[in-house]
């Protein structure tokens, strides 16, 4: 990793401290923290989905993992919120790196990892709302304490700084991944296992770092996505929307790219916004668009060859 | 834990019913994955479609269920082959994560366009035989799922013939199993696998007229069914007609049964776990393997 | 490597054998590869010659038998961990990985011993210029053609620096004036101390590649010997021309 490749991770970094500095509209710093949200946990999905070519319907998971368990230490236990949050990363990796033991063992790729993903996601859905300590179907509330002690900011242009320090720090942790054998590895994984494992590639060892990482990635997504709203619920934490939109971001927006869930996130999330200004507020409609994108561009495929796009790149910034 | 035998029985019996419809819509997925080879993530929101469809049939043409059947099947059918021939199809190139991608497009564009014209409100249609029970021996069965089973049975019966009696059935048959060799001898594969998605899309309007008597309609409603579907076809083995009826019909007891001892919200876990567990414990050569 | 009292097969395959249901692909299957050779496997299509590969290599499991390799037995271990002992393969149907370009596919390679990028691509790019890959380093792999990824897929192989290398019909395909520019690279391999093990369906580069051959039909190795004296082997006529035609082909001469 250069100076020169994380240069453009530093412009989305400066851009959106100038953001947060002269956007006062809440409407607006509303829709760009969401959409942070959003896009770290794409980015997430991304590590394994588009570098590894495992496609999880089920990464509702991993969020919904990082919100409750931040949520619980601190509404339960009474834990600070910096320790809370760490705990609810770790907590997704670990459940992660559980279900990639337990799949990947199993050899289940393609449509089945996919089904088995969203299988899993769905019985933490249940079994959140139906056990007393996530709050049952009433859900979480986080107790109002404002103090960046306590990881809570009155005003939105400072969740919109927290939120893309997080998502810069995601997309290094992407570059870095590319730039390093386990992305190698990864990739190779993505395009033939059978060349892979035959080049020396531990096939279940990269595929468990990498779910993994990425359930970390969406895990802080969703701690991040509880500090914000302060209020959780199994159909937000847990819901397949989140599982969908993790997934559609990235693909939309260039899967196994290094900004392609940023840029898919915002085309999602404006389109969505977008349609609620124009349309008015019609329930499903935003997402009917993004069921069309989808086969859009699974039918037309502009960027789903991140290999060439990068070497053009390449080919462009050599000297 | 201790039920009377009655209740149990009871229980049994009625999940065996509702297993039946289970096995129905199950035999749609299994057909679609044995030839096109496609797992059809649709599949749950086309049955939300259908019964929504009859839901309409019912509202505005006063149409009851199953007097819609077979209208229903017919439009499904021309709309699974349109469907297929039109976007399934082109869009996916015969790539694999193409066609779950493309299939989760059309699901999530179905359940919206459901939400957004119907609104998130679960529906159910009051028909006066609903709740009619039938007596047999001690236990007492539900008649609108009682109907249900015979009427899959049928369908099953219909689906035999037509796979081994006639000129389609036979093509259907030489696609799924050489899809080249079928192409080289003159068979038009495309038309083949159109006509195959319309046959599972039709069984899945059947399967809705037969569930909207006793059962609500809502937007995600395909939604409980589609992981259902997916545990039998898993269970019963890819491809395997008769093992979705028997999956159907296990799947259909288990769900009874651990709604009776656990409650229906937490009862549906059971269904999610032994998805994961058959998914987990079958031969990896059978699943992923697939080069 | 001392060279002192060591059994000569460098690779040894012993009663080597694989059941499909009630098919036998490969049926005890027994051969030695030297250590600093190259050793051709030939024989018919659907002789199993890349079913007993894909068993030396860790990617089917035997019915029975072992595999030793320079005396430790290997059999049945996965295809990582013998690329990690020194022995890599490469595929009958090439397929670059197409996310990345040629360089950054030979550096999967040399990732096994070289954790850390910089010093992966320079091993990468120094076997990609071996394999006369130079010109096309930094092209998207899927860009290469037929010839161009046969050489990406021994330089893959190459770069994960193996004791020995299986090469599964990578001369296929190649036209005459390819064919002539590869073999001087597969020598060149041997001469850096790389022992070769090949399955071949073209003779001409048998004959002048391999100093051994191992002929196997129906799944049984019928003949072994030196190149010219195994194309002569009656048994060896017959697998490939059919019954009788040894004698006939005799009666013409």
């Known amino acids: 990793m250069t100076a020169r490749e994380t240069l453009p991770i530093l412009g989305f970094l400066i851009g959106a401290v100038l953001v947060s500095l002269f956007v006062t509209s809440n409407v607006v710093l509303n829709f760009l923290v969401f959409t942070l949200i959003l896009a770290i946990a794409a980015q997430g999905w991304n590590l394994l989905g588009g570098y590894g070519g495992q496609y999880s319907f089920g990464h509702a998971a991993f969020f919904g993992m990082g919100a409750y368990v931040s949520a619980i230490l601190q509404q339960r236990f009474g834990v600070n919120a910096y320790p809370a949050v760490a705990f609810g990363i770790a907590a997704a990796a670990v459940l992660g790196y559980a279900i990639g033991a337990m799949v990947f063992r199993a050899g289940l790729r393609g449509s089945y990892f996919a089904l088995v993903t969203l299988a899993f996601a769905e019985v933490l859905r249940i079994l959140a709302n139906a056990t007393e300590i996530t709050g049952g179907a009433a859900g979480l509330l986080i107790s109002l304490n404002l103090g960046a002690g306590n990881l809570q900011f009155a005003d939105r242009s400072s969740f919109l700084i927290l939120g893309a320090v997080l998502l810069a720090l995601a997309m290094l942790i992407t570059l870095a991944l590319e730039k390093s054998r386990l992305g190698a590895q990864l990739v190779a994984v993505r395009e033939n296992e059978s060349a892979a494992a035959a080049l020396g590639v531990d096939i279940l060892a990269v595929k468990l770092r990498a779910i993994s990482l990425s359930a970390a990635l969406t895990g802080a997504a969703g701690a991040l996505y509880a500090q914000y709203f302060l209020y959780i619920d199994s159909n937000i934490a847990f819901g397949t929307w989140i599982s969908v939109e993790a997934l559609l971001a990235p693909i939309i927006g260039g899967a196994g790219t290094v900004f392609g869930p940023l840029i898919g996130a915002l085309i999602l999330q404006g389109l969505s916004e977008g349609t609620k200004l124009l349309i008015g507020k019609i329930p499903g409609l935003d997402l009917i668009i993004f069921g069309v994108l989808l086969i859009l561009v699974v039918r037309f495929p502009l960027h789903r060859i991140p290999g060439l796009l990068a070497a053009r790149w390449r080919g462009k910034g050599a000297p | ?291 | 490597m001392t060279g002192q009292g060591r059994d000569p097969a460098f690779l040894a395959v012993r009663d080597l054998t694989k059941r499909f249901g009630g098919l036998t692909a490969v049926s005890e299957a027994t051969f030695d590869v030297r250590e600093g050779s190259i050793t051709g496997l030939i024989g018919p299509n659907g002789a199993g010659k890349t079913t007993l590969f894909a068993m030396i290599a860790g990617f089917e499991q035997p019915s029975a038998g072992l595999v030793l390799l320079d005396g430790e037995e290997i059999t049945g271990r996965k295809p990582h961990d013998l690329a990690k002992l020194g022995l890599a393969r490469t595929f009958q149907i090439v397929q670059p990985f197409a996310g990345l370009s040629v360089r950054e596919n030979i550096a999967v390679g040399a990732f096994l011993r070289l954790p850390k990028r910089r010093d992966a691509l320079a091993l990468a790019e120094q076997v990609g210029q071996r394999l006369g890959l130079g010109p096309q380093l930094d092209k998207p792999a899927a860009a290469l053609t037929v010839a161009g990824r046969k050489r990406l897929e021994v330089a893959r192989a190459l770069a994960t620096r193996p004791r020995i290398l299986l090469l599964d019909e990578v001369l296929a395909g190649l036209n005459p004036s390819e064919l002539r520019d590869f073999l001087p690279v597969l020598q060149d391999i041997r001469a850096g101390g790389v022992t070769i093990l090949m399955i071949e369906h073209v003779m001409q580069a048998v004959m002048s590649l391999c100093e051994h051959v191992h002929v196997l039909a129906g799944g049984r190795i019928i003949a072994s010997g030196e190149a010219a004296e195994v194309v002569r082997n009656p048994a060896v006529i017959e697998a490939y021309l059919g019954p009788g035609a040894a004698q006939r082909l005799a009666a013409h001469a």
């Open chain 2, 1 to 291: 834990m201790g039920y009377p035998p009655e209740i149990l029985l009871e229980a049994v019996a009625n999940g065996l019913l509702m297993g039946a419809v289970y096995g129905l819509v199950a035999l749609g997925l299994t057909l679609v994955y044995g030839v096109l080879h496609i797992i059809n993530f649709a599949h749950g929101a086309l049955l939300t479609l259908a019964m929504y469809a009859a839901y309409v049939a019912h509202g505005a043409f006063g149409l009851d269920p199953y007097a819609a059947m077979v209208p229903l099947a017919g439009l499904f059918f021309v709309l699974g082959y349109l469907v297929q021939r039109l976007v399934i199809g082109p869009a996916s190139r015969g790539d694999d994560s193409n066609m779950l991608l493309v299939t989760l497009g059309l699901s999530i564009i179905i359940e919206n366009a459901m939400l957004a014209i119907f609104r998130s409100d679960t529906m159910t249609l009051r028909l006066p035989y609903a709740m009619s029970m039938v007596e047999m021996g001690d236990v007492l069965l539900s008649l609108p799922r009682l109907i249900g089973f015979g009427v899959t049975l049928l369908v099953a019966l219909l689906l035999f013939v037509l796979m081994t009696r006639t000129d389609t059935g036979r093509a259907i048959r030489a696609v799924a199993k050489e899809r080249t060799g079928a192409a080289l001898v003159g068979i038009d594969v495309a038309h083949i696998y159109a006509v195959t998605f319309g046959i599972g899309t039709a069984c899945l309007a059947i399967a809705a007229c037969l569930l909207l008597p006793s059962f609500y309609v809502s937007p995600r409603v395909g939604n409980a069914f589609v992981l259902v579907a997916f545990t039998i076809v898993v269970l019963g083995g890819m491809g395997s007609v008769t093992g979705a009826l028997l999956g159907g019909l296990f799947i259909g007891v288990v769900e009874s049964l651990s709604g009776l001892y656990f409650g229906d919200s937490l009862g549906q876990i059971g269904i999610f776990l032994i998805f994961i567990l058959v998914l987990l414990l079958r031969p990896t050569g059978l699943f992923g393997a697939r080069a």
